[in-house]
C-alpha cells in the first residue's frame, strides 16, 4: 500500500513535465546563432517588405558572414536610417542587390512578392474621381506579376498617376494607365463595368434644373434594379457635373411650345427608358420624380439651396 500518495502524484506530474520539455526541445533544432532569427524581419519604410534569414541561411546555406557587416550592419535600424535603403540602391549592387542581381539571385526588380507580398486593402483614389483598385485580385486571382504594371504603365510611387493630370477615363481610352489592359480584349473594357472601380453616390440626387425639384436615386437604379452605370452613362447622361442643369431652364410662354420642350427633355434623359415598355412611362407616376419643394424641403433640410443647383448628393 502506498503510504505517500502526494508525493507519487508529485513525482509523476514532474516527469511528464521534463518529458514534454525534452520532445520540445528535440522537435526544435533551429540553432538561433548558426541561422540567425527565426521570426521575419519587417520593415515598413521606405515600404512594407519582409526577410526571413532561415530561407537565406538554411535553405540557401550562406553564412551570416555573408551579409554581416559588410552588407548589412548586425545592429538593427542601421539600414533604414542611412537613408539609401531603397531599391534604386540595391539595382546598383547595395544591400539585397549584392547577391539579388540577377546572376546570384533574382533580380531585385523580379520576384516582388516574395519580399513585398501584395497589398491586401485597396488602394483608393478620390481624385480626379472615387475609385478603388485591389491589388490582391489582380496579382493573386488573375495571376498577374507585379512587373506587368510596374514601373512602366505605374510608377512605383505612391501619388504619381494623379500628379500627371491625365490620370483620365479619356487617357485609359488612349491605352494608358489601366487602359492598358483594360481594352475590351486584355480585360473588360474601361469604359464598361463601372462599378467596378466607381462608387455611386449613395445619396439622391436633387435637380433643380432646367426642372426644379427634381429626384433620382442611383440605390433604385443601380443596386435594387441591377442597372449597370454604362446603361446610361454615357449615351443618355454625361459623367459630368451639371450637364443636365445646363440645359435651357427658361420655358416658352406657348403652353403647345412649353408641352413640346418638356416632352424633349423626357425623351432626352429618363425617357430613353421610363416609355412604359422598359419602365414605367414618364407621363405616369409623375410624383417619383418630382417632388415638389415640400418634398426637396424635406430632402435637403430646409431648402435653403433650392435655387443652387442639386443638393450635397452631387452628381
Known amino acids: 500500500m502506498n503510504r505517500h500518495p502526494l508525493l507519487t502524484t508529485s513525482f509523476i506530474a514532474l516527469s511528464a513535465s521534463l518529458l514534454l520539455a525534452g520532445n520540445c526541445l528535440a522537435g526544435d533544432d533551429y540553432d538561433v546563432k548558426a541561422y540567425g532569427p527565426k521570426s521575419d524581419i519587417i520593415w515598413d519604410y521606405p515600404i512594407k517588405a519582409t526577410f526571413q534569414h532561415e530561407v537565406h541561411t ?47 539571385a533574382f533580380s531585385t526588380d523580379s520576384n516582388c512578392m516574395s519580399c ?65 489592359c483594360h481594352n475590351g480584349d486584355d480585360a473588360f473594357d474601361s469604359s464598361t463595368q463601372c462599378e467596378s472601380c466607381h462608387f455611386p453616390p449613395t445619396e439622391k440626387i436633387v435637380f433643380n434644373k432646367p426642372v426644379k425639384s427634381v429626384v433620382f436615386d442611383h440605390d433604385i437604379h443601380v443596386v435594387q434594379q441591377e442597372i449597370s ?33 418638356l416632352v424633349s427633355l423626357h425623351n432626352k434623359y429618363c425617357g430613353t427608358c421610363h416609355d412604359s415598355s422598359q419602365a414605367f412611362g414618364y407621363l405616369t407616376k409623375c410624383t417619383v ?4 419643394v415640400k418634398g426637396f424641403n424635406k430632402i435637403d433640410g430646409g431648402g435653403e439651396k433650392a435655387e443652387a443647383g442639386h443638393s450635397k448628393g452631387g452628381h
Open 116 to 180: 513585398h507580398g501584395t497589398a491586401e486593402e485597396p488602394i483608393i483614389w478620390e481624385q480626379p474621381t472615387k475609385a478603388a483598385f485591389s491589388h490582391n485580385l489582380h496579382v493573386e486571382e488573375f495571376s498577374l506579376e507585379c512587373s506587368s504594371c510596374h514601373s512602366g504603365t505605374f510608377a512605383m510611387k505612391k501619388g504619381a498617376a494623379t500628379a500627371n493630370n491625365d490620370f483620365t477615363m479619356a487617357s485609359f481610352k488612349d491605352g494608358k494607365y489601366c487602359g492598358s
Open 229 to 261: 452605370c454604362e446603361s446610361c452613362h454615357k449615351d443618355v447622361f454625361a459623367m459630368d457635373k451639371g450637364t443636365v442643369e445646363a440645359e435651357e431652364s427658361v420655358l416658352p410662354e406657348d403652353p403647345e411650345a412649353k408641352r413640346e420642350h
Open 289 to 292: 420624380c418630382h417632388i415638389g
Open 58 to 104: 538554411v535553405d540557401a546555406g550562406l553564412e551570416c558572414s555573408s551579409c554581416h557587416d559588410e552588407l548589412f550592419s548586425m545592429q538593427r535600424g542601421t539600414a533604414v536610417n542611412s537613408k539609401n535603403f531603397t531599391m534604386k540602391a540595391m539595382a546598383e549592387g547595395q544591400f539585397c542587390g549584392a547577391c539579388h542581381d540577377g546572376d546570384t
